[in-house]
């Protein structure tokens, strides 16, 4: 799974969000969503990782999950792609409103 697919389900960009600045272990993630069992929350962390958002330690008889904040580069790369095609189209909507102003 790659990354953009990762993030294409609601639940893994709140995982995201829970695990962005502290490290946390599976079952404190699961005990945020309550309304779905351990192993879908366990199937939404093998996905983060598989796509590289997360990492996963080992600390005794947990497993700690942390952001990767490089598995997200290929959507920042994307992301900021976009801008320039949208700025100079901007660009050029403003200059033609600027310009039928002057006449």
Request: aromatic share 4%.
């Amino acid at each position: 799974m790659n990354a953009f697919a990762a993030l294409a389900e609601p639940r893994r960009r709140a995982i995201l969000s829970l695990v962005r600045d502290t490290p946390r272990a599976a079952s404190d993630i699961a005990r945020e969503f309550p309304e779905i069992t351990q192993q879908a929350v366990s199937l939404h962390l093998k996905a983060l990782s598989e796509a590289g958002l997360v990492d996963v330690q080992p600390a005794g008889r947990q497993r700690l999950y942390m952001l990767r904040p490089e598995g997200l580069q290929p959507v920042r790369d994307y992301l900021e792609g976009l801008w320039p095609a949208r700025l100079q189209l901007l660009k050029q909507a403003v200059e033609r409103e600027v310009h039928s102003d002057d006449r």
